[in-house]
């Protein structure tokens, strides 16, 4: 009688944990259904970028891919430009690679701050926001860390120290 | 924990204050009216202390605890109004540099403890995870021995707690059958055993709060499902006129659903008309009548990639108004919010300064502008900057906001067979900087405008559930507020016959039918206690 109580008790309270963890689980890591965050699979995606190049984020399996979203506006975006290049020709031999996605703005726009920089790798033009959208990429700039095997590790809307961009390319390093 | 043994033999469980059967107090120190709001039943929760789990168990079993965790919760939700919601803000900021920026310290407390997305923040949802368990904690400690009370009670009463009824009388000379005769007619059930009565009227609502605990445990799962996946989807899509979106959380196996803005309409009210003249005449300004997108509806193959220009096929039209959604699948699209006459594109001439001489004009798409248009006979013109959005930035340099198309400024290199290097200028609106003295300059000619609407988009499989919940607390709150429980008990003691009654609310409606009773029977009328210590 006191053993079914307290298996009664205790499964009921387990039901109420697990519950309730779950939807904690679901409201920080699924925030519109949409989100891509650490752990997830990195959805695939093909986009143009500023050369004209069709880019598809499968074609990187087997290399790291630092996944930055920006927009020439924002403030913090320029201030990591001039680091992730410096970080790119760093790491571009030892497997890692950049993709610049900038959220829907003009060629013109682009091509200029692109040659103000000197940057070289590719930025593919999400013109529809579609990429955007699908990673539920909400303040810029975003960077999202996927590895070699097309898994995201790393999720953040920070603006970005030369340090940390080191260790973020020492992360996906395969 | 062994049972109690009450003295006409019913075994009751540890912790009992009445007996279950016959009512006898089965301690000396016990109150018996106040022990009657759950019959002196054994609340399970204080019967023992053992292990950790029995610990928990009490702790949420209490009332107290309860209503502090329902204080707590209207607290928190209060203080989510202080400040905007993450929602409300604008988008495309940082919401932990915003609130700082906005409010201050206090503002980024706010984002700090998560009061910035409040139903999202995880003390919240345990807040309510625990309000929860303390409903289904209480309300299995108390309804289940309520009912086992209720259920084992004898129609015989022990002396001690028909003496301590607030309602008690002692008559000579009743018809016991008059009594249940009339008793009947007031639609009481009535059991009889040994010479004894006992009437009892409206059980059922007893069980009208543990009815509405359940309906409020079904309204906090449908709450708590909106955060499972696939549950929920509320998600605003922006369309320009003329364009196809894709329709945000619509991605499945099956393919991506996208949207065409065919267009949008804004009607007015004609003041004019006889008809709402006088309703209208009070009115500044225009009054809107009607907020429409018209759309159609596509969806990709099933092997979509996201950012790939899609294969569409059509799936259908339809029209959008305020209130009346647009359905496909399990989704509705709401009309929500408009833009109007944002900036599309717009077009210049090239003219020669002496002469006022147009060499060709050029059309320029704000959201595509091309980095060179060839006028012919060697004019033309390049466009080698271009700020959607234009400002001057802090260091006095043009640069732009965002990237929306609402204040489009441009530098133009226009080149003429009479000047092959180039003149530059700087053109926005109502701004023309020049460098040097050029001979040409481009002028306006003209602007195109698309409109924007915003739908939301709607999915929810939890709404059922909620209104279930809902309906359901609403029948118990009626079962325990519109009805009460009403006991009379009729004993054939050695000095008399006892007439002793309760009822958990609405003592005057009792007192109505004692009365009636005591006019129709020789019962003497029961004399009220409470009144009695008051006088």
Redesign the interface.
Known sequence: MKKKRLWFRSALLAILVIAVGYTIYNSIFEETGTYISKGDRAPNFVLTDLDGNRVELEDYRGKGVFLNFWGTWCKPCEREMPYMQRQYEAYKEQGVEILAVNVSETNVSVKNFAKRYHLTFPIPMDKQREVTKAYGIGPIPTTILVDKDGKVVERTSESLSEEKIISFMEKIKP | ?QSKLCECGHSNPYGTSLCQACGKPLDNEVEVLSSMRYEGSARRSQTYKS?I??R??NFFSSVKVGVWLIVTILVAAAIGTIFPQEMFIP??????SHYESEYGTLGFIYYLLGFHNLY???WF??L??ML??SI??ASLDRGIPLYKALKTQRVTRHDQFMKNQRLLSVSHDVEMEEIKYSLETLRYKVREEEGNLFAEKGRFSRWGAYVNHVGLIIFLTGA?LR????M??D?ILWVREGEK??I??T?SDEGQFYLENNDFILEMYDKNDKKFNSALSSVDGEVAKNYQSNVTLYKTEPAH????EPKLLKVKDGVIRVNEPFKFDSFALYQTDFKLNEFYKMSFKLEEKSTGKFFGDLTVDL???E?EYDLGNGYRVE???????FVLNEHNQP?????LPDNPAFVFAMYSPSTPKGEKAFVGIQKNIESGDNQFKMSFAGIETKDLTALTVRKDHTLWIIALGGIIFMIGVTQGLYWNYRRIWIKQNEDGIWAAAHTNKNWYGLKKDLEFLSDKTNLTPLEDKEIDSIK
């Open positions: 924990m292990t789990v029995d928990v168990w988008p495309n900021v940082d919401p932990a999202g923040s995880w949802i345990i309510l995870g929860g368990l289904i904690i708590m955060f499972f996946p696939g929920y989807v998600e979106a894709s945000p959380g991605k990639t996201i950012g790939e959201h595509e502008p980095t466009i080698l900057d271009y700020y959607p959005n640069a732009t906001v965002n990237n």
